[in-house]
Structures are given as structure tokens and as C-alpha cells.
């Protein structure tokens, strides 16, 4: 079955790794029939864009403003975005509810303006290291996820990637069992067939599990992504 791919370089990247990394996974993003979604740095558009042309990949961001234009300096909007042929834009992030302190009303609006951009919006969600300790996992992803989707979301406008913070570039990945479970309670809460990714140190060594697990439609992918041959195998592990 076709699996979403979505590749976080988060702040990496430089035009002299797209030279040497484009034409590394280039053959396999033409032949693949998964969906592969890649989000490079905004500076990195234009050129991702062009070196693209002819595979099956598309454009994502890593993040939007939640309004079209104005006096917000630095910022970028999901309109722009869209115009640029951008067609999925990652928030919620961990690090920009962390390190930004972003918030679930935050990522609802930005969800929101993603979706009248008339683009995909990746809303990840995920508990920290004490919640999983405490066995209140579930109840806390659940929640963050029912404050954090617009009423705008359909299936069709919203991917969901279940992010444990614990996993993320820790080497750490959610056990087999941890990963059924939630995407088990987040398909019965979704109720309608929103498709789930997981993410947290996704590699070529475990995606071919991930992705085989039921209710789990694709993988959010960081450190793994910015690497030809552990991308390659990821995209082809299902
Ligand atoms: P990682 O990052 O694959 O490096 O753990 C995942 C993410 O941050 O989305």
C-alpha cells in the first residue's frame, strides 16, 4: 500500500549537500510509488524546486505565519508558501512548542491558515519522556490533538505525526507496542480516515516495521532524511 514519506531537514542544508544529495535519491523519488514529501529550509525552495522537476516528490515547509500578509517581520506566509508550489507545511512541531513555545491554539491557527492556502498542514504531536512515565501517554496525545486540529481538517488537508518528544534525535525509537497503541487511539478518535505518520528516529533499519504497523501510514523523517542512502532505503522499505 502507498506510504506518505516526509523528510524534516530542520535547519540543515547548503546548495554545495542539494548538489550531491539530489541526485543521490533522484532515481528512487521518480520510480517510487509512495508519496514523498520534502521540507527544506525556506532559502532552499527554489533550488529543492528545480532539482526535483521530474521525480514524484513534492515541496513542504516547516512552518507558516497563521495570517496572509502584514507587518510581522521574519515572518512567512502559508499563502506565499502555496504560491511558491509548496503543498504541505509541517506545525506543531516539538521543537516550536518547545523552543518557540508555541501552543495548541497556535498550531490550530496555523493548521488553519494552511488549509485555506489550500494546502496540506502536518500537525505532529507528541508526549514528553515524564508523561510517557506516568502512563497518562495516551490521555495527553489525545488531547493535544483534538485542541490543535482546525475545523477546517479534512482527510484529504491534514496528515497527523504521532512525535514521542523522547525520540526525537535521541536515537530512541518508540517500541513497536508503544507505536500500535497510540495510532490505535488516534484513528478512533480521528473518525475520520486522517492518515497517521509516526516519527522519532526513523532510520533505514526500523521504517520497514514502522510502516507495516497497522494504522500507521507513513513516517516523519529528521536525521535519516539529510542521508542518500538511509532516505533511499526508507523510501523503498514498504
Ligand atoms: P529524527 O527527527 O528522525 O531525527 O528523530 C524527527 C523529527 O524531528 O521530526
Known amino acids: 500500500m502507498k506510504k506518505i514519506i516526509v523528510a524534516n531537514w530542520k535547519m540543515n542544508g547548503s546548495i554545495g549537500f542539494m548538489n550531491t544529495f539530489i541526485p543521490a535519491i533522484a532515481p528512487i523519488l521518480t520510480k517510487t510509488s509512495n508519496q514523498i514529501i520534502i521540507c527544506p529550509p525556506f532559502p532552499y525552495f527554489s533550488s529543492l524546486t528545480t532539482a526535483l522537476k521530474g521525480t514524484k516528490a513534492q515541496l513542504g515547509a516547516q512552518n507558516c505565519h497563521t495570517d496572509p500578509q502584514g507587518a510581522f517581520t521574519g515572518e512567512v506566509s502559508a499563502p506565499m508558501l502555496a504560491d511558491l508550489g509548496c503543498q504541505a507545511v509541517i506545525v506543531g512541531h516539538s521543537e516550536r512548542r ?69 525520540a526525537i534525535g535521541t536515537g530512541l525509537t518508540a517500541s513497536l507496542q508503544e507505536i500500535t497503541e497510540m495510532h490505535h487511539a488516534l484513528h478512533q478518535t480521528t473518525k475520520i480516515p486522517i492518515p497517521l505518520l509516526y516519527g522519532g528516529s526513523v532510520t533505514d533499519q526500523n521504517a520497514k516495521d514502522i510502516l507495516s504497523l497497522p494504522h500507521v501510514d507513513g513516517v516523519l523523517v529528521g536525521g535519516a532524511s539529510l542521508k542518500a542512502e538511509a532516505f533511499c532505503k526508507i523510501v523503498s522499505a514498504s
Not at 501552543?103 to 496540506?120: E, R
Not at 498542514?121 to 515524564?130: D, P, S, Y
Request: charged share 15%; with cysteine.
Open 98 to 166: 518547545i523552543l518557540f513555545e508555541e501552543s495548541d491554539d497556535l498550531v490550530k491557527a496555523k493548521a488553519a491558515a494552511i488549509h485555506a492556502a489550500g494546502m496540506t498542514a502536518i500537525i505532529c504531536i507528541g508526549e514528553n519522556l515524564t508523561t510517557r512515565k506516568s502512563g497518562h501517554a495516551i490521555d495527553s496525545v489525545i488531547l493535544q490533538l483534538q485542541a490543535s486540529l482546525p475545523p477546517s481538517t479534512t482527510s484529504q488537508n491534514t496528515l497527523i505525526a504521532y512525535e514521542p518528544i523522547w
